[in-house]
């Protein structure tokens, strides 16, 4: 048996989790996710060497008290540019300029528009076994 894949997920909407965790679940049983509300508290549990490592993040960009883009600033300091998870950006925003600040980080791997669909969902896992 194959190790499961971690995702984290960083999105303040309730009911997007809960979408996006029984999508994860009906897609693959070897899918774990790591659910945050706040980039904050995700950032602290990336910090923290005690945890264990996710395969991939995805990412609201607009989030209370810290934006997604504020984290993604932050996580240089977190990884030193050492084995990052794939980074994925996932917002309601059609603004051309999030689109374009999003793709502009260097380990951002893509912008995906909400609602996530298992097509996405097949689209991100298969950026993440090209790994």
Known sequence: M???IRIMLIDDEKVDLMLYRRLFVQWSEEVETVVFSYAFE???YLKDETNPPVDAILLDINLPRMSG???LDELDFVFHKNVWPDLFVLS???DPRDRLRGLAHEKVRGFIEKPLTG???EEI???L???
């Open 125 to 127: 896992i298969g950026v």
């Open 119 to 121: 097509e996405k969902l």
């Open 92 to 94: 309601t925003s059609m």
């Open 2 to 4: 194959t190790a499961p």
């Open 42 to 44: 995700a950032l602290e």
């Open 129 to 131: 076994a090209q790994d």
């Open 69 to 71: 883009f504020e984290f």
